[in-house]
């Protein structure tokens, strides 16, 4: 079985990039896959190790995911590279299985109502097809990681309020029956650092030296606040999206992902080491520059460069 | 004497609003006259109250704050709102002085080699001037609070680090010279949210119940997640401004002040009080987008809105 703690050391900060996923999944355009090779080669130039590659899902309804395999392909081929892929049902999960994935990401919501409108299904359901792939993976030659995504952690488009006891049982469920690595999501951009602090604190106590997973989105200003309490409070797993690609469904227009490069940042200012060079991941918003001349590339960072009290001595 | 603490109530956040005076210093265009008391009294009507005018300087290098006199005093005729001026040489003060400017703004730099890069003089020289000022005010039928803004607080584009010991050693000389209050400026936008929360600690600690004021940049995007670790640490007043406006001088298209809006929601996520209504202070966007069109507008809340758990039932 794969070791999720050789997969995420736990000396670092690991900062997955979703952006070849997450930040394509509503965008208006997308990369070719020699511009998705190349947006991830420079960012594993630059440090980075854990990409989420696209998602099993079919072709003529998603095609900007058509190339997943060969993303998939790519990464495997890439020494340390880690392989993430989204599959939400039985035929993308078999797909990933034999693929050679390196981790299969499941989705659940933390409510009741958004899973019902999400899933068509109760939480209940979706923790039992949870189990049917952690079994799926169990008989499999190639064993995956398998990760549950926990979308609407910190409150719901549809239900309001969640409470952290809610998400952290969820998190325990996914645990009990087999689940590797379990990601909070803040899928709408409600929460503040307050409220990421206290969630972080309670998975940090339940998960101990195992990595969880925190994901975030700028929808409204907070991201770089968020994982800032995120960080204080143990969180050492983040997704991130290269120049904050992704947006929010519930809001046409508004900001995206975290933004990978001003996260690798607050790590730095914090002292907090990520194996990332900030200069070479900047570098790699060219590639979306020119792949996708339409799409609002957000972030600080690559407008104003890195500060003089970074820069050492020798440079 | 004015009192401090009647002005800044310590019972609240205070957010100040900056952008007629910092988010015009380097922008392409400003607003007419007219456009800046439209925009001052939307900021009033959603609950602001402390505003920074404008600039007293000459009029012919800075014609964006040649009505600065005109917005003084329309800040002036309305119930508590709270006028600060930016005056850094005598002729300025002594207009400020007459006009009946609130507070007046000096500047201090955190280090001597920007201090004499700015100001043409030693920070010792810089003390003394203030010191002067503070004469001139008690001596003046009018008594404004003075205030020092500590620029570089939290590293200098000149000299690189700066020890939080040198600025709190600053602030303390300012209140010994009979300054009201003081402000720590991360005036290019070096800081990330540790090292704020290790200076505010230390400033919560020298000035008690008396106020300072938290300026920050979002250069890097780190502002809104310095500004949770200031309020974490005891801050209570913020500059900002409306969509950010307002640049880096030494970083070209860079982002500027910390977003007025955003700021306001990380308040409320955060459970603290600031007495301004979210919705219509993001309605006065409206006024930029008309008064500045080539502007760039940052901010994230204007693009998502409130968040569902944060409207009332009965809304």
Request: hydrophobic residues 40%; contains cysteine; charged residues 20%.
């Amino acid at each position: 079985m794969t070791d999720v703690n050789a997969i995420y050391p736990q000396d670092r900060i690991v900062i997955r990039e979703v952006g070849l996923r997450d930040g394509l999944q509503i965008s208006s355009g997308f990369p070719s896959t020699d511009g998705k090779i190349e947006w991830l080669q420079k960012e594993y130039a630059a440090g980075v190790r854990h990409f989420e590659a696209g998602s099993y899902l079919p072709h003529d309804r998603f095609p900007q995911f058509a190339d997943v395999q060969t993303i998939v392909d790519a990464l495997n081929r890439l020494d340390g590279a880690h392989s993430i892929a989204l599959a939400i049902n039985r035929r993308g999960q078999a797909d990933a299985l034999v693929g050679g994935a390196g981790e299969l990401t499941c989705v659940l919501s933390a409510t009741e109502e958004h899973n019902l409108a999400n899933a068509r299904c109760s939480r209940r359901e979706t923790l039992e097809a949870i189990a049917g792939t952690v079994e799926l993976r169990n008989q499999s030659g190639h064993k995956p990681l398998i990760n549950v995504g926990i979308s609407m952690s910190f409150g719901c488009s549809i239900a309001g309020p969640v409470e952290p006891e809610t998400v952290v049982d969820l998190a325990e469920q996914c645990l009990e029956r087999g689940v590797d690595i379990v990601g909070i999501a803040d899928t709408v951009g409600y929460a503040g650092p307050r409220q990421v602090g206290e969630l972080c604190n309670s998975m940090s106590r339940l998960f101990g030296d195992r990595p969880y997973v925190v994901h975030l989105h700028d929808t409204r200003g907070m991201a770089i606040a968020n994982a800032a309490a995120a960080l204080d409070c143990g969180a050492r797993v983040f997704d991130a999206s290269l120049a904050g690609l992704g947006g929010c469904p519930f809001a046409p227009g508004a900001t995206g992902n975290i933004v990978t490069e001003d996260l690798a940042f607050l790590c730095r200012t914090a002292g907090f080491e990520t194996g990332i060079d900030l200069e070479k991941l900047v570098s790699a918003r060219e590639v979306l520059a020119r792949e996708m001349p339409g799409e609002p590339l957000q972030g600080a960072l690559s407008k104003a460069g890195i500060p003089k009290t970074m820069i050492p001595d020798n440079a």
